[in-house]
T-cell receptor, first 113, second 114 residues
């Protein structure tokens, strides 16, 4: 059974510092890995999707890497801003299982002005 | 496209009442997922459909929960009878089977059973 872990559960940084969020998964036979952002009381917003054949994806200040063999992904957010404060969730899918997502517990980020 | 649309956004009901949550997936998507989010258990998959057919309902917690997808543009999740422990945020998501299969989520329905 796939298990996804995100450490730390919470993170507080001063504005301008780079953020590094970690995600690990137990079964390396994934199809995709997706990073989401969730603001309090809101839905999930897709940030980046990395296909299993890729090693990284970039969008603006966000960069996500994937190392399937070690079961790890890292989300980097450069030059953090107070608006980056949110919970970040990673999720993996397995094609054979209909692409359903298994989620980590999330990392709650606070960027202090 | 307006994205995945869920209704209602908030629902407060008394224990024992029937609750129906609704979802309109993104047009053209062939997968639809129902998730539940709680503080204790995080995000859990309840059931998912492919081309309107239920594929895996192993996450449905009890027989009190049922889900239908009568057509490609509409799905419901019903709880009957509801209990206080069903209080959670219920999310619907949809995706298209392709190389990327990116999942898109609705805003969720916050259910409170008193």
């Amino acid at each position: 059974k796939q298990e996804v872990t995100q450490i730390p559960a919470a993170l507080s940084v001063p504005e301008g510092e780079n953020l590094v969020l970690n995600c690990s998964f137990t079964d390396s036979a994934i199809y995709n890995l997706q990073w989401f952002r969730q603001d309090p009381g809101k839905g999930l917003t897709s940030l980046l999707l990395i296909q299993s054949s890729q090693r990284e994806q970039t969008s603006g200040r966000l960069n996500a890497s994937l190392d399937k063999s070690s079961g790890r992904s890292t989300l980097y957010i450069a030059a953090s801003q107070p608006g980056d404060s949110a919970t970040y969730l990673c999720a993996v899918s397995v094609k054979a299982a209909g692409n359903k997502l298994t989620f980590g517990g999330g990392t709650r980020v606070l960027v202090k002005p | 496209d307006a994205g995945v649309i869920q209704s209602p956004r908030h629902e407060v009901t008394e224990m024992g009442q029937e609750v129906t949550l609704r979802c309109k997936p993104i047009s053209g998507h062939d997968y639809l997922f129902w998730y539940r989010q709680t503080m204790m258990r995080g995000l859990e998959l309840l059931i998912y459909f492919n081309n309107n057919v239920p594929i895996d309902d192993s996450g449905m917690p009890e027989d009190r929960f049922s889900a239908k997808m009568p057509n490609a543009s509409f799905s419901t999740l019903k709880i009957q009878p509801s209990e206080p422990r069903d209080s959670a945020v219920y999310f619907c998501a949809s995706s298209f089977q392709g190389k990327r299969t990116e999942a898109f989520f609705g805003q969720g329905t916050r259910l409170t059973v008193v």
